[in-house]
């Protein structure tokens, strides 16, 4: 290296040095970063180590990184430029201040205590009670406003459990329990009472399908019930009742014939509508209208057949004053009134 002839060195270095020069004016940096490059250039271009060609060329490549970095970390405009694959999304604060995009160690999620509890409901809920229609105790719904405690189908089984149905002929053998705690999982709600029903085999039955059915009314992501009693199976002297329960079909458990308007004591006003939900032998539904315990009025309609339930529908006149209602089958074996439901209501 030192029997490189020194004109050769200036030369080198002159073209080094012009090199620099140009890609440094190409920069433009920010400030005053161009400015201090030059003047540093300027008071080392006499030094020793620039006349080192392998020196030179070490020197060239460090000051292009550097100068190339500044091109991408600044601009004129004042905006910044990132390099490709990095990502420029902000997100907004409450503020509406830019803030950096959480890393992974950043969570977006609330701490527990940060999180608020849902709001019970208190909105209407379906809540099925028993009554023996003179051949089995069999359901019938009443919609009540919600306890305003956990989800809508907690709500009705706390209205259920209160044991206060409108319809005096209607009752719950649950009117004594308490509901210790209520949870889903998938398709299987958990249902954890203070105690079990002491109650013959056809009750316990329907008292069973009562819960069944009042959760699932009000959940139909609910396919099925668990029961448990302070944490346990059931402790019945009839069935067995550890494992999930479905709703059993209606034909087995549901009311034959049960209004569902006029609700027991509404008052309402003249045509009263009457509707309802059953099924009768050729769908045939009877209504009696009685004022006084005196029969007033009377008719049929069609609802559901043959084991098939369905709605029936009708109207009637009547002036004002107190009625109770009545939906019947009359029994092809013999003519007696069986399957009945009432109402007592009010035409204003």
Known sequence: MNNIPRNDDDQLETRLRRALNSEAAMAQPAGDGLTKIREGIDARRHRVWWRNPALALVAAAVLGVAVGGLYFGSRDDGTTTLPPGTSSSPTVTSSGTSAPTPTTSESTEPSPSDTTPPVGYSGPVYVYYIHDDGESPRLYRE???????????????????????????????????????????GDTATVDLSKFVAVGSAVETAAVQEIVYTVTANDPTVKQVLLRVKGNSPPSGHSDWSGPQRRAPLGDVQGWIW??????????????????????????????????????????????????????????????????????????????????????????
């Open 259 to 348: 209004i569902l308007a006029p609700t027991q004591g509404a008052t309402v006003s003249s045509p009263v509508q009457i509707s309802g939900y059953g099924t009768a032998f050729e769908a045939t539904v009877n209504w009696e209208i009685r004022k006084d315990g005196v029969l007033v009025k009377q008719g049929h309609t069609q609802g559901g057949a043959n084991g098939e339930f369905g709605e029936f529908h009708t109207s009637v006149r009547l002036p004002a004053g107190n009625y109770e209602l009545s939906a019947l089958e009359f029994s092809a074996k013999d003519g007696s009134p069986i399957h009945i439901d009432t109402k007592n209501f009010t035409v204003k």
């Open 143 to 185: 919609i009540h406003n919600g306890a305003g405690t956990g989800s809508k189908a907690e709500a009705a089984l706390r209205a259920m459990f209160a044991g206060q149905p409108d319809d005096p002929d209607y009752s719950t053998p649950w009117d004594n329990t308490r509901l210790r705690s209520y949870s889903v999982a």
